[in-house]
């Protein structure tokens, strides 16, 4: 098991670009989360999905977009990136049936915007 | 007042010391409460849950006061690999329970 997985890595945009994050889970979790974290904020909550083609918005959704086709993939849009939007990206997953709330990380995409 | 609040340190100690952490929520409907740790520059990975009896997990013990709304973390007998940031986490009720609101977190470093 690979668990939750992120791709890019490391990304430079110009301010205006546009890209995607990808955010793969095989561990058949329903939910899906994206979190930006930046030095003194800690993380913050940008969009999330509770089942496949189902999205809702977190505590910062603006500037961003996501979709999720397909219930192992998460994918989060920046339309014309800011330098605002320069942080640490994370996905998270987490199964819904159960009593665990634990989520499942990903490690993460370097996103810096100049 | 933040839905959660924690001291940011850095908690500076010996080997061996013994050091608490604790942690303020908001919303008194909460419910689930937890601890998780993030190593400098990796992702959040979960500590431990926090029980209402409270729990201890080897050298971590787990602790909330709903009356205060705190939680606590205790470790003790510090290992070298115990440096990290402790991140307080509250399952949100607002959220329909699907989304859970982290601290800040607080740096923690055990030094030889």
């Known amino acids: 098991n690979a668990g939750v997985t992120q791709t890019p890595k490391f990304r430079v945009l110009k301010t205006g670009q546009s890209m995607t994050l990808l955010c793969a889970q095989d561990m058949n979790h329903e939910y899906m989360y994206w979190y930006r974290q930046d030095p003194g904020m800690g993380l913050r909550l940008i969009h999330y999905s509770v089942g496949e083609g189902t999205t809702a918005k977190g505590e910062v959704p603006d500037g961003y977009n996501v979709s999720r086709l397909k219930k192992q993939n998460f994918l989060l849009g920046l339309e014309s990136a800011a330098p605002s939007q320069t942080s640490v990206y994370f996905c998270?997953?987490?199964?819904?049936?159960?009593?665990?709330?634990?989520?499942?990380f990903g490690p993460g995409t370097r996103l810096t915007v100049t | 007042r933040k839905e959660v609040e924690q001291d940011p340190g850095p908690f500076n100690v010996p080997e061996g010391a013994t050091v608490a952490f604790n942690c303020t929520y908001s919303n008194s409907a909460s419910q689930s409460f937890f601890w998780y740790r993030q190593d400098c520059r990796k992702e959040p990975k979960l500590l431990m849950s926090?029980?209402?009896s409270g729990n201890e997990d080897g050298r971590f013990t787990a602790q909330l006061n709903r009356a205060s709304q705190y939680i606590s973390l205790l470790i003790r007998d510090s290992k070298l690999s115990d440096s990290a940031t402790y991140l307080c986490v509250v399952l949100r009720p607002s959220s329909g329970y699907s989304t859970l609101t982290f601290g800040k977190g607080t740096m923690l470093l055990v030094s030889p």
């Open positions: 926090v029980y209402s």
């Open positions: 998270a997953s987490r199964t819904s049936g159960g009593i665990s709330y634990e989520q499942y």
